[in-house]
T-cell receptor, first 112, second 112 residues
Framework: IAGITQAPTSQILAAGRRMTLRCTQD?????MYWYRQDLGLGLRLIHY???????GKGEVPDGYSVSRANTDDFPLTLASAVPSQTSVYFC???????????FGSGTRLTVV | GENVEQHPSTLSVQEGDSAVIKCTYS??????FPWYKQELGKGPQLIID?????GEKKDQRIAVTLNKTAKHFSLHITETQPEDSAVYFC???????????FGTGTSLTVIP
């Protein structure tokens, strides 16, 4: 089934640890995104990539990094996790900029 | 940047009644307005979208209206069913831009 796969589905992480959230899409979409979802704040963009080899910062990029080595994969790395990064993280993709997203099922991350 | 406000935050309706969710946006350059439905434990799913050159769009029981002058857009669900119960998010973006700005969500409950 075509779509977006995120892993892990949930994780409890000690503060200060490094963590990579994985995202893979099989729709050959050019653009990919990482959002975090927090209660009362909706969805906020962390980083995006318009095409393989390029990335950009979103609304809340601090503490996060991304890479886009190929079309299908867009991992999100927390170099040194802090409790404020406790959230649900969604990866999304779209055929091009400004077109409705397809979202993954999310990764629930708890930093303790 | 863009600011999207969404109301109400919670909404309960009887099965068969209509539900209306309203969003306002601040940036007159925004020209693409998608709506997403998020069921518990899942990622948001695009249900309908509208571009600024269109005032209304319908898809079966769902419709979206846009008032560019007042900078607001609304989701209308008619003949609601229990399976319509979910959290609904509106968003605004510039069609050639990299970021969607999301509202904070409306939790819709359809009472059988």
């Amino acid at each position: 089934i075509a779509g977006i796969t995120q892993a892990p589905t949930s994780q409890i992480l000690a503060a200060g640890r490094r963590m990579t959230l994985r995202c893979t899409q099989d729709m050959r979409h050019n653009a990919m995104y990482w959002y975090r979802q927090d209660l009362g704040l909706g969805l906020r963009l962390i980083h995006y990539s318009n095409t393989a080899g390029t990335t950009g910062k979103g609304e809340v990029p601090d503490g996060y990094s991304v890479s886009r080595a190929n079309t299908d994969d867009f991992p999100l790395t927390l170099a040194s996790a802090v409790p404020s990064q406790t959230s649900v993280y969604f990866c999304a993709s779209s055929p091009g900029t400004g077109i409705g997203y397809t979202f993954g099922s999310g990764t629930r991350l708890t930093v303790v | 940047g863009e600011n999207v406000e969404q109301h109400p935050s919670t909404l309960s309706v009887q099965e068969g009644d209509s539900a209306v969710i309203k969003c306002t946006y601040s940036d007159s350059a925004s020209n693409y307005f998608p709506w997403y439905k998020q069921e518990l434990g899942k990622g948001p799913q695009l249900i309908i979208d509208i571009r600024s050159n269109v005032g209304e769009k319908k898809d079966q029981r769902i419709a979206v209206t846009l008032n560019k002058t007042a900078k607001h857009f609304s989701l209308h669900i008619t003949e609601t069913q229990p399976e319509d119960s979910a959290v609904y998010f509106c968003a605004a973006s510039i069609f050639t831009g990299n970021q969607f700005y999301f509202g904070t969500g409306t939790s819709l409950t359809v009472i059988p």
